[in-house]
Nanobody, 128 residues
């Protein structure tokens, strides 16, 4: 099971930007479908952005973050990123990095059930 460690969370004012990083214990491109999720107290964990394991895969975004967030990866660094721009208080949450089962495509599925490995989470707080 791949081990994931997130970093980059913090506090920012509305309109600001943050970049989250997720370092994996092994190479991810071609092997794991990867995703960023977020969760606020009392709510279900929701997918923010998902990137399938193929090197040319197109990302899938939650409607609320389209045009503002970008998911990307650098395989040589075993790292997944989430660039977040134009942040709003509604983006405040704990953000989690997740990986699917090895050698299994997401095929557009962003439900939590297909992700097997999770990071510890990093807090993002956006003030108005």
């Amino acid at each position: 099971q791949v081990h994931l460690v997130e970093s980059g969370g913090g506090s920012v004012q509305a309109g600001g930007s943050l970049r989250l990083s997720c370092v994996a214990s092994e190479y991810i491109t071609g092997r794991y479908c990867m995703g960023w999720f977020r969760q606020t107290p009392g709510k279900e964990r929701e997918a923010v952005a998902v990137l399938d394991r193929g090197p040319a895969s197109s990302p899938v975004y939650h409607d609320s973050v389209k045009g503002r967030f970008t998911i990307s990866r650098i395989n040589a660094a075993k790292t997944l990123y989430l660039e977040m721009n134009a942040l709003t208080p509604g983006d405040t949450a704990v953000y989690y990095c997740a990986a699917g089962a090895p050698a299994v495509d997401c095929s557009g599925d962003s439900s939590k059930r297909i992700f097997r490995s999770w990071g510890q989470g990093t807090q993002v707080t956006v003030s108005s």
